[in-house]
């Protein structure tokens, strides 16, 4: 019996030996979970590029506010925050503006507004990006209408999958009730041939919601809102990278 007996000695060592065990298993448990969410994160957005269009600018406010809010500000803060979300999540963001400017270069209005449009297509179109997405904000003659609301092209499967998880995920976090909505004529989601989609973020007209898109706690929100769902997307979709032939078939 007397070799089964433990020296004090060897207790003290038992306890070391027990207190080492347990320091590495707490260790391995938190570089587990820190491990596998950087597994998650990669896999989500790793090369994933994703054009992304603030609407409006520069000559062209787009929507105004009762209380003078003008849509290109608005497009332009949401974007910039979603930016910085896609690069912190290890994807590429390539901006369409990051300035308070359009793309046309001609005096007249219309001939301008015509080429800062081709000149946003042509961007969607030569990025060879996984994701168009194009940021605008809403506006109605009822100012009761609000809420954020995403369009894609009708005829683009992938881009209605991108479109309903963006919606899903702006809904929880504004508690919105509107519906993704499919549409034939939106022109840049057409011809831009890839997973697009134009979140509409609010509407200016409603009073309440345009005190509410000025605010830069609600725009990180809808920025975080966008980029979830978009990462939503992005773990689900196989195959997003647009076919080149397709691509350059594009007219
Ligand atoms: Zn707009």
């Known amino acids: 019996m007397k070799a089964y007996r433990w020296k004090p000695r060897k207790r003290r060592n038992l306890l070391y030996l027990g207190l080492l065990v347990t ?4 260790i391995g448990v938190f570089w587990r979970a820190e491990h596998q969410d950087a597994e998650i994160w990669n896999w989500t957005l790793g090369d994933k590029v994703v054009v992304i269009d603030a609407g409006h600018g520069g000559v062209d ?6 209380n003078q809010t003008l849509e290109k500000d608005i497009t332009l803060a949401v974007a ?3 930016q910085l979300l896609i690069e912190q999540g290890g994807g590429k963001a390539v901006m369409v503006r990051t300035e308070d400017n359009d793309l046309g270069t001609s005096q007249g209005l219309l001939k301008r507004k015509r080429e800062d449009l081709a000149q946003r297509l042509q961007l969607a179109m030569d990025s060879q990006a996984d ?6 904000a809403n506006s ?3 100012e009761k209408l609000s809420g954020a609301q995403v369009f894609y092209f009708a005829d683009h499967p992938e881009s ?17 009730k509107r519906v993704a909505k499919g549409n034939k004529d939106l022109f840049i989601l057409k011809k831009a041939n890839r997973t697009a989609i134009t979140v509409e973020v609010g509407f ?3 009073p309440t ?18 980029y979830e769902g978009l990462g939503n997307y992005l773990s689900k979709a196989q195959s997003i990278k647009p076919d080149a032939n397709n691509a350059n078939s594009a007219k």
């Not at 320091?23 to 707490?26: D, G, P, R, Y």
């Not at 991108?162 to 508690?175: C, D, E, G, H, T």
Request: glycine residues 6%; proline residues 5%; aromatic residues 6%.
């Open 61 to 66: 406010p787009g929507a105004v506010g009762k």
């Open 140 to 142: 109605f003659p009822n």
């Open 204 to 206: 200016v007209s409603n």
């Open 160 to 176: 209605k999958n991108l479109a309903v998880a963006v919606q899903q995920s702006l809904n929880s976090a504004i508690n919105g």
């Open 80 to 82: 910039k925050r979603l």
């Open 23 to 26: 320091a590495l298993f707490v």
């Open 131 to 136: 994701v168009y997405l194009s940021i605008h």
């Open 209 to 226: 919601e345009e005190q509410m898109l000025k605010d830069p706690g609600y725009q990180q929100k809808l920025a975080l809102a966008i």
